[in-house]
């Protein structure tokens, strides 16, 4: 799988970053076309690993690159603002994808969507690009 350099150090610091505990249900949200999604499984066999995403485009070639780690993850098109996959998930993880979702209105109605789907000892993570000044934060609760 060919990943830019950051990509490959955001999401390397992402699972880096995350405790070392078993997670049943693994949900990327806005995963386009699945790189999260696909290391998250690798590095999660025993999960269930699903990203959702907005694109069938991008979707599409998530289950290509995907296709053949067993078990494969799944992949929905779905808009969080509207519709939430089933059950409940241990991780929820959502990179780059909340100024997409505009105003703060429908941001909030979008995050409390995909809280929804969050189990409550479960943890979520989200990745908005922008300058740290060396700070690191982990998952939240």
Known sequence: MTVDPYE???Y?????????????RILDVG?????FTYLAARAYPDAEVIGV????????????????LRPAP??????????????????VF????LYYWGR?????QEVSSWQASWNPAGLSCSCTPGRT???????SR
């Open 8 to 10: 490959q150090h955001k």
């Open 12 to 24: 390397a610091a992402t699972l880096n970053r995350l405790p070392a505990r078993r997670f049943r």
């Open 31 to 35: 995963c386009s076309k699945g790189t």
């Open 53 to 68: 995403d907005t694109s069938e485009r991008a979707l599409h070639r998530a289950r290509v690159r995907s296709g053949h």
């Open 74 to 91: 799944r992949f929905l098109l779905l808009d969080m603002l509207t519709q939430a996959p089933a059950g409940l998930f241990d991780l």
């Open 94 to 97: 959502c990179s780059e994808v």
């Open 104 to 108: 703060e209105s429908r941001l909030r």
């Open 133 to 139: 000044r060396g700070r690191s934060t982990g998952p």
